[in-house]
């Protein structure tokens, strides 16, 4: 069984920094894509960074030039540093990954319990 678990969110000033982490456990094969989304209040969960296979990112526009994803494979973790936050960065963050299981090889997709980080005075 896989399991997804982030940490890190929390109340921060604007301009302020923040880092995530998340944490994919159990019997993981391989992961072929692990990243972040964010849902604030009344909007749609929506990407924000993201590790594809072999390695390539995708960001969001509204975050590039602020936020750094990396990752930790022997670890199946990724982080998620957000410097210069704006009170529009504020919602729940959630960690998804995809892969394969051993030893069956079935795939799974699973999203974390979500974390939440307040961008406010």
């Known amino acids: 069984q896989v399991q997804v678990v982030e940490s890190g969110g929390g109340l921060v000033q604007p301009g302020g920094s923040l880092k995530l982490s998340c944490v994919a456990s159990?019997?993981?094969?391989?992961?072929?894509?692990m990243g972040w989304y964010r849902q604030a209040p009344g909007k749609e969960r929506e990407l924000v960074a993201i590790y594809i296979n072999g390695g390539s990112t995708n960001y969001a526009d509204s975050v590039k030039g602020r936020f750094t994803i990396s990752r930790d494979n022997a670890k199946n973790t990724v982080y998620l540093q957000m410097n210069s936050l704006k009170p529009e960065d504020t919602a729940v963050y959630y960690c998804n990954a995809n892969g394969f299981t051993y030893p069956s090889s079935r795939s799974f997709g699973l999203w974390g319990q979500g974390t939440q980080v307040t961008v406010s005075s």
């Open positions: 159990g019997n993981i094969f391989r992961i072929m894509s």
